[in-house]
Every structure is written in structure tokens, then in C-alpha cells.
């Protein structure tokens, strides 16, 4: 029988609002004992059984106290009473899966809105930003170091594939 080793399934949001400079995104920093101090966008690990979009507005919440409103590429539907649970079917902005690196994951990627205020420290996570994604575009080609692996990739994905109009 094949079996992993720490192996992770994430929910992960892009929490995005239309500020004064057009669309901009939420970046934190990484506030985790041992890891770089670099930007990412909130989101974490699934609990057994949770639902990713639970799992996501749960991670929301605990790193950046704010409450997801709506998904902006959600079309999910539930389908109940399956021969051998339950079965929750729904179309992310993206999905990733690492092919190398420090930890072996795949997670699924929500372009989400969001109410509320962000926390200055959540669950290890701090200072967070709204960011215009015209910046964003420099940023990621200028000064990619200032980004988690994760969140990098996210980024350009973004940037090539939903930003177009931005």
C-alpha cells in the first residue's frame, strides 16, 4: 500500500476589494516561529471532513478576523445522501499542487470578498496590506523574494489568467 507522509490539502484566499488605485489584494506576513517573514495571501489546512469552503472561511477568520462575503468564481453544488457520504462538488478560481519544494501539497484558490477590518496580528500571520494589483505586477517581477513560494505562483497565475482588465 502507498502511503504519504505529510501531505497537505489547503483552502486559500485571494480577498479582494476595489479601492481608490482599482482592484487591490490582501497580503499578510508570514508570522510563523522558524519561517521567513515574507507576503502571502491567507489560507491554510483542511481539518478532517471539513469542507473547503468552510476550511477557507475558518482560515480567514483566524488570520485575518475578517468574514468571507462572497466567492466571486464559486458555482458549488452539493450532492447529499451518495452511497458512502457525502460529496461537495466546486469549480475554485485555480488549483495547485506542489511538485517540489519544502512540503507536499495541493490546495484549491478563491477569488473571495470580504467585510471587516484585518486583524494587525491573526494566527501567524501580521501586518496585513491592501495592495493595488498594478503594484502587484511590479512587485512579483521586481522583488519575488518578498513573497512566499506559494503565494508567488499564485500571483502570476493570477496575473496571466484573471487580471487581464485589472
Wanted: proline share 7%.
Amino acid at each position: 500500500m502507498f502511503r504519504r507522509k505529510d501531505f497537505y490539502v489547503n483552502a486559500r484566499a485571494v480577498i479582494e476589494r476595489e479601492g481608490e488605485h482599482g482592484r487591490e489584494v490582501l497580503l499578510q506576513l508570514r508570522a510563523k516561529p522558524g519561517e521567513p517573514h515574507t507576503l502571502e495571501l491567507p489560507g491554510g489546512q483542511l481539518d478532517p471532513f471539513e469542507s473547503i469552503p468552510a476550511a477557507l472561511r475558518r482560515e480567514v477568520k483566524e488570520e485575518t478576523g475578517m468574514t468571507v462575503t462572497t466567492f466571486l468564481d464559486d458555482s458549488r453544488a452539493t450532492t447529499s445522501g451518495a452511497p458512502g457520504g457525502d460529496v461537495e462538488c466546486l469549480t475554485p478560481a485555480f488549483v495547485y499542487q506542489t511538485t517540489r519544494g519544502p512540503v507536499d501539497s495541493v490546495g484549491f484558490f478563491f477569488r473571495v470578498q470580504a467585510s471587516g477590518e484585518p486583524l494587525t496580528h491573526g494566527d501567524h500571520a501580521e501586518a496585513p496590506r491592501w495592495v493595488p494589483v498594478c503594484d502587484l505586477r511590479i512587485q512579483i517581477h521586481s522583488r519575488p523574494e518578498d513573497f512566499n513560494w506559494l503565494t508567488l505562483a499564485a500571483l502570476r497565475h493570477l496575473n496571466a489568467h484573471a487580471w487581464a482588465d485589472a
